[in-house]
């Protein structure tokens, strides 16, 4: 597999990589804090979203326990979320069942128990893509301890996978898995001190607002312009 890693300082440049990745792939978005990671991430899911893409948006650090080595939790709860969306067919809510079964410390602790979450969270991914394959976004996606079990079975059901890491969090040996598995990765630079100030200027408008999240967030990385 032909993995690619590119270092884009204009946002603009990084929006138009990510609107460009195949389906059934992986592109990793790393950069350290306040490089706005998670602002042009929901930018293109809502791009996406406009243009009539089903995005599944998964906050890795929401609903996750210290347990959960793979990051199933914050799966389970993406695809809570955004059932609806999905067009869920027979198969899906079966298949969350399962996963929710075996979401537990206890699971973990067996080999046979992580092979039937593997063999269940593969199943549920395929039924979110039963009525066509989905773009799967995970911020955050280090904060998990193995976070490459949720993003390859995501990539090996046919989604187009878009995971948002801090450079340097993950351990040495899961950087290095991330890289061998990734098929491209995107390097951010921190942000200027002002375009951080902006980010969260509109972050806290965002919080205000409630009746508006989705614009409020959609336009806040520094360069891009509005489509």
Known sequence: MGRERIELCGRDEVL??????????????????????????????????????????????????????????????????????????????GAMRSVRHLATAETYESIAGRSRLRAETGRLLAAVGARGPVTVAVDDADHVEAPLFVLAEARRAGHRVLAATRTAQLPTEQVAEVGDVADEIIDLPMLPDEASVEILRRAARSTRDSSTPCGARSGCCSGAREP
Request: net charge negative; hydrophobic share 40%.
């Open 16 to 93: 138009d990589a990510l609107r460009g990745t195949p389906g059934a792939s992986l592109t990793v978005l790393r950069g350290p804090t306040s490089s706005g990671r998670t602002a042009l991430l929901t930018r293109i899911g809502d791009e996406l979203r406009e243009s009539g893409s089903t995005v599944l948006f998964v906050d890795a650090v929401q609903d996750h326990a210290d347990w959960d080595r793979f990051g199933v939790r914050p799966l389970l709860a993406a695809v809570r979320r955004s059932f609806e969306q999905l067009d869920p067919g027979l198969e899906l809510p």
